[in-house]
């Protein structure tokens, strides 16, 4: 694989992790709500479930790709249905308590973690994408197998150090804000949730 071939790919990567879309909704509501630490861990489940996704596409799990493409609508409106009530019940919380100042409540790692990872499962998208994705920065002269091991590796590291690019650069920006501000986090947190449902639930097979 030459080096031209292989920083387009990591480019493509980068512009890939900057876009929009249910993980990056969770990562940044979680972060918002209650701090590194939440987002941190959701990237984590966000993560370990993209890794899962990139090993079945990379090594040709056929079964798993038609598993994904026959039930892509159920499996994207069961995440997007995830979302939504996640960001519902947030919205709940912050219309219950108000915009006056109060204590913020520390999230589950476990549950972040879970949260993240259900997310990145139920998006049937990435599987399909992938299956499109990886073959094109395949050198046809050289041995296929090493180079799609290489380009999964790369694929999830290039994204997992993008989310926590700006998983760091939010959680910095939020220890600068006054609780009031905090408590607003709240409602922004559960709009995210909502576009993140909204989003998962727009798409449409590759």
């Known amino acids: 694989m030459s080096t031209e071939l292989l920083l ?14 249910p993980n990056m909704s969770l990562i940044i509501a979680n972060t918002l709500r209650t701090g ?15 890794a899962l996704l990139v090993a079945a596409a990379a090594t040709g799990m056929s079964s798993v ?15 997007a249905l995830y979302l939504v009530y996640l960001g519902a019940r947030q919205l709940a919380h912050f219309f219950k308590q108000g915009r006056t100042p109060a204590s913020v409540s520390a999230a589950s ?19 399909l994408f ?13 041995e296929a197998v090493h180079q799609l091991t290489v ?17 760091l650069a939010i959680a910095r920006a939020r220890t600068t804000m006054s609780v009031v501000r905090l408590r607003l986090f709240d409602g922004v947190a559960g709009v995210l949730l909502l576009l ?11």
């Open 109 to 127: 790692g476990g549950n972040c973690y879970v949260q993240g990872l259900l997310v990145s499962l139920s998006n049937p998208k990435v599987m």
């Open 196 to 206: 993140g449902g909204a989003l998962l639930a727009s798409m449409r097979r590759p």
């Open 8 to 21: 387009a790919f990591i480019a493509a990567c980068i512009l890939l992790g900057l876009t929009p879309g």
């Open 130 to 142: 992938l299956g499109a994705f990886l073959p094109q920065f395949i050198d046809p002269g050289a």
């Open 65 to 79: 790709m038609v598993f994904m493409s026959e039930w892509f609508d159920v499996l994207r409106w069961l995440g």
């Open 151 to 167: 380009l999964a590796v790369l694929f999830v590291l290039v994204l997992a150090a993008v989310d926590v690019g700006y998983t």
């Open 36 to 50: 590194l630490r939440a987002g941190l861990y959701t990237l984590a489940g966000t993560t370990t479930g993209l």
